[in-house]
């Protein structure tokens, strides 16, 4: 952000501000409807950083992303694949507490390499409200997954692979 002009580095700050008021009425409350309302209003950010990935990689780097989740699915969630290889997975998750539940979204990364990983990404319960950079961030760390997975292939492709020890 610090290479941007000044202006434009205004606007941003305004932009997330404004942004982070419209969603805190329904992103704060842990009831069903709302952590629905959240995952919606995910799904419509994923679309657009969506746009911004395919802004710069074209059709090298496959981008899909799930439809959006069905309130009556069993599953309520929605994935965005990078190129086959990682997906990040947003579900809703009920966890019931004494007399009641608390619904809240959890996001995952998922290697679809042979022995993959699935690791949780968030938000962290400090500080855990969701906001479009962090959707952002988790969509590049995907991302640069790929790439480094990619260079390591190209790597050994060529043969540059590290030296052998003696």
């Known amino acids: 952000m610090s290479n941007e002009p000044f202006p434009q580095r205004v606007q941003?700050?305004?932009?997330?501000?404004?942004?982070?008021?419209?969603?805190?009425?329904?992103?704060?409350?842990?009831?069903?409807?709302s952590?629905?309302?959240?995952?919606?209003?995910?799904?419509?950010?994923?679309?657009?950083?969506?746009?911004?990935?395919?802004a710069v990689y074209g059709e090298a780097v496959p981008i899909v992303l799930s439809p959006i989740p069905n309130e009556a699915a069993a599953d309520r969630a929605f994935n965005v694949a990078v190129a086959g290889t990682y997906t990040v997975n947003f579900a809703l998750h009920e966890r019931p507490r004494a007399g009641s539940?608390?619904?809240?979204?959890?996001?995952?990364?998922?290697?679809?390499?042979?022995?993959?990983?699935v690791a949780a990404a968030g938000p962290e319960r400090?500080?855990?409200?969701?906001?479009?950079?962090?959707?952002?961030?988790?969509?590049?760390s995907a991302l640069g997954a790929y790439e480094r997975a990619r260079s390591e292939r190209e790597t050994t492709v060529l043969g540059a692979g590290p030296a052998p020890r003696h």
Not at 18 to 23: A, F, G, K, N, P
Not at 35 to 54: D, K, M, S, V
Not at 111 to 117: D, M, Y
Not at 126 to 140: A, V
């Open 12 to 33: 941003m700050l305004r932009d997330a501000w404004i942004e982070r008021r419209q969603v805190k009425s329904f992103a704060s409350a842990h009831d069903y409807e």
């Open 35 to 54: 952590q629905y309302r959240l995952l919606l209003t995910l799904h419509e950010w994923a679309t657009h950083a969506i746009e911004g990935i395919r």
């Open 101 to 117: 539940s608390r619904w809240s979204i959890a996001a995952s990364v998922i290697s679809n390499a042979p022995g993959g990983s």
């Open 126 to 140: 400090r500080n855990g409200q969701w906001t479009r950079s962090r959707l952002e961030d988790l969509l590049l």
